[in-house]
């Protein structure tokens, strides 16, 4: 988790959330994600693969309910659960329920409501779950997951199958797959497009003649008419949505403005106007071998994703998160069929014993090392929360912008496996002349790779103050020199800045004031000084020359480049024959460049 500052944070405004802006209507935000996949991936004919990027967000300030609220928390223990053991619960019951279950300082993606209704929903019965036995029936048990664990307040079986067939918080925002001629169903069943159904309680307050509303888990749409608990019974189709438009009145809400009319998932008592969803890309994966943490075949670059952040009609902040999936599976059964009564028996064994020859006494007994909760597994990673910007002046509205951000963690090689020491990202940047791009980077105080330190070995190699992230830039004249140029050095990428867009720390009307300078010494002390006015005030901190009492974050700027190719590094963590960690920019110039 970052931090905004040069100490731990210890409430939760001193936590630092990367800020990206959203697209304008017609100029876009573009945010490069990058991944390693350790068991091969993409064109890869030892096994099926697929990775599904999602993301979830929510108005970031007061139309969120506080125990809804994303965040990261500062207390790292999962939210709490108590179940209801009555169908019959009233509304007020679940409420009461709630309140005592969830933690405002704890992390929170999955809404408690949404684990609640996975909880008392039964799970798919027609999935195929091997050997494993289950103490009860409900959606958080599967194959995977069969001790029914509570991770957050995630739904285990969603977490496992895509697309899932039940309402889900996730929007979905692409996939990448071994198999191309999966992309029609995968765009065609996403519940950004198809919309799901739930079995709904609604129930009247006899005092305030209010209604609300209840899901019925447990019951499909052909149980749902017989279910005899409070209220009305109703199913009901659910659709999802990039963001409610709740002071659109229906017969402004045109799908030709790109919004639609109907019950959501965070809405299911009351029809409201919505912006609707286009199916998520779909594309084919490069080729990863397996056993290998590395960049695709014949590439430079990490495998990657270049998405396109959403534009927000409402122009409103939105808190995000970011959930990306990878699942590999065999062909010892058919991947996408698996309904229990199609798998092969011997798939139903840990660790089988099999016979090999043709001939009776001829045979060879061999043990095969298969787990029957890895053959078809699904992993995850999700993002911290992360803040989506409203482009609020005509000057952002009309560009198109690219991010620089930092990747990897303290320590060597080994110590930070299976992630990467630190680096820019991306570290070879092309853009075109009048493009933007916003320079940010977030860092940690509390980096801890004490024993048993994960996968990769215990460590904290560095440099400055132990445990702690930092990172600057510098301009550099060329990626196999290590010292930086001088400030005013006219090849520098900072004195050829074309125009600043947007700066963190200065309103519009005072942009024009900052001279190319003040954003070589921002981006040199990581935000530590402004400009160079505040460099150069006697009564100014020093700065630490391994940037300690630097701030961990920085939330940089947006700026406009002339045309040429310019190199950057970070003084504290470039260390040759070590790790590198060297940017990157080219504008205007032409491929070969």
């Not at 509303?213 to 019951?219: D, I, S, T």
């Not at 496996?417 to 320079?439: M, Q, S």
């Not at 990626?479 to 006219?490: C, I, K, L, Q």
């Amino acid at each position: 988790m970052g931090d905004k500052g040069k100490l731990p944070f210890e409430k939760e405004e001193d936590q630092y959330n990367m800020k990206y802006f959203q697209s304008s209507d017609t100029h876009n935000t573009s945010l490069i994600l990058e991944w390693t996949t350790q068991h091969g991936f993409g064109t890869n004919d030892k096994l099926n693969s697929d990775v599904i990027i999602q993301m979830m967000c929510q108005p970031d300030e007061g139309e969120v309910d506080a125990l809804d609220r994303l965040r990261d928390g500062i207390n790292i223990q999962k939210q709490g659960f108590k179940r209801n053991g009555r169908l019959s619960e009233t509304y007020d019951g679940f409420v009461k329920r709630k309140s005592d279950s969830v933690s405002l300082d704890k992390g929170l993606h999955e809404s408690f409501d949404y684990y609640d209704k996975c909880k008392n929903r039964m799970r798919n019965k027609g999935l195929f779950i091997a050997n494993k036995k289950f103490k009860r029936q409900d959606s958080t048990f599967t194959r995977q997951n069969n001790g029914g664990k509570q991770s957050g307040y995630e739904c285990p079986e969603e977490r496992d199958y895509f697309p899932y067939w039940e309402p889900t918080p996730w929007i979905d925002i692409a996939i990448l797959t071994s198999n191309y001629s999966k992309c029609a169903f995968y765009k065609n069943e996403s519940f950004n497009v198809q919309p799901r159904g739930e079995c709904i309680s609604f129930q009247k307050d006899p005092n305030s003649n209010s209604v609300t509303a209840k899901v019925v888990a447990q019951y499909n749409k052909t149980l749902c008419n017989e279910y005899s608990g409070p209220g009305e019974i109703k199913w009901v189709e659910l659709h999802n949505y990039l963001e409610l438009r709740p002071n659109i009145p229906k017969e402004s809400c045109l799908e030709t403005l790109g919004l639609k009319w109907g019950f959501t998932i965070s809405n299911y008592y009351k029809e409201q106007c919505f912006q609707s969803l286009s199916a998520p890309e779909c594309q084919l994966g490069r080729f990863i071998r397996v056993n290998h943490n590395g960049n695709p075949a014949g590439s430079l670059d990490m495998i990657n994703y270049d998405w396109k952040i959403p534009y927000f009609p409402s122009e409103k902040e939105q808190r995000c998160v970011l959930r990306m999936r990878y699942n590999i599976s065999t062909d010892d059964y058919d991947p996408q069929d698996t309904f229990v009564g199609d798998i092969p028996t011997n798939m139903t064994k840990n660790n089988p014993q099999v016979k090999v020859g043709e001939d009776e006494g001829e045979d060879i007994n061999i043990q095969l090392n298969i787990a029957t909760n890895q053959f078809g597994r699904t992993f995850q990673d999700r993002s911290h929360v992360f803040i989506l910007k409203p482009r609020l002046t005509e000057e952002m509205k009309d560009l198109k912008i690219h991010n620089i951000n930092v990747r990897g963690k303290r320590g060597n090689i080994v110590q930070v496996y299976p992630a990467v020491e630190y680096d820019y990202t991306p570290n070879n940047l092309r853009i075109e002349v009048g493009d933007g791009v916003h320079f940010q980077w977030t860092g940690s105080n509390t980096h801890n790779n004490a024993n048993p330190a994960g996968d990769g070995e215990a460590g904290d190699d560095g440099q400055g103050d132990a445990g702690t992230d930092r990172h600057n830039c510098v301009a550099l004249d060329h990626p196999s020199r290590n010292y930086p140029m001088d400030f005013e050095n006219v090849k520098s990428i900072f004195m050829n800045i074309d125009k600043i867009k947007w700066h963190s720390k200065f309103e519009e009307a005072n942009l024009g004031a900052l001279e190319d300078i003040d954003i070589a010494v921002s981006a040199a002390s990581s935000g530590l000084f402004k400009t160079r006015q505040e460099l150069d005030d006697p009564n100014s901190v020093e700065l630490d020359p391994l940037l300690d009492n630097a701030p961990a974050s920085y939330e940089g700027f947006v700026a406009t480049f002339n045309r040429g190719i310019y190199h950057y590094m970070c003084t504290r963590n470039n260390a040759f024959t070590n790790r590198s960690q060297k940017g990157k920019l080219v504008v205007g110039e032409p491929e070969t460049s």
